[in-house]
């Protein structure tokens, strides 16, 4: 029996090679219009992440993607012929792409997109394939990222470029310590 979202205004179901762990939230089914995965799991989303329209999953026979936990999509364009990997804790705004592979007939390699824990993708900004986007990095709204990006620094532009750097700070218990 396919699986239902309750109240769903979108005639569809989840795939059954979807994994939704703990408090994991989909909006609607039509994020999967385009889901041709036939891997297990195709695609797996992590603990009370959420997933919201107009977000669609665009992902081939041979595509997975994996979703951290506490992360939320709002809206992107997942384009997978390989392997996608969202850490945990990241913000990907609206008509954001993540693409692995072009799907053009002279560049049909899929090359696999690494975006690594607590970084946020600001709106209409496009992430291209065999790129890695480092721990606590931002990409500024509509830029073109065409390098890896460093692990805790802002990445604005077209293309994108390191506009801004900070280092690493350790966590520290209680208010006013660091």
Known sequence: MPRQIPHDWFPGHIPDNVLLDQGAHIETSQSFE???STQQPGLTIGKFSSIYPPTMFDI???GRVTIG???LLNGPRIICDSQIQIGDHCLIAWNVVLMDNYRAPRDSIPRPIRIE???WIGFDSIILPGLTIGQNSIIGARSVVRENVPANCTVAGNPARIV????ARPCTQGRGQG
């Open 34 to 36: 385009l889901f041709k």
């Open 60 to 62: 081939g026979p041979a």
């Open 69 to 71: 936990a506490y992360s």
């Open 117 to 119: 824990n607590n970084v």
């Open 164 to 167: 801004s750097a900070f280092p």
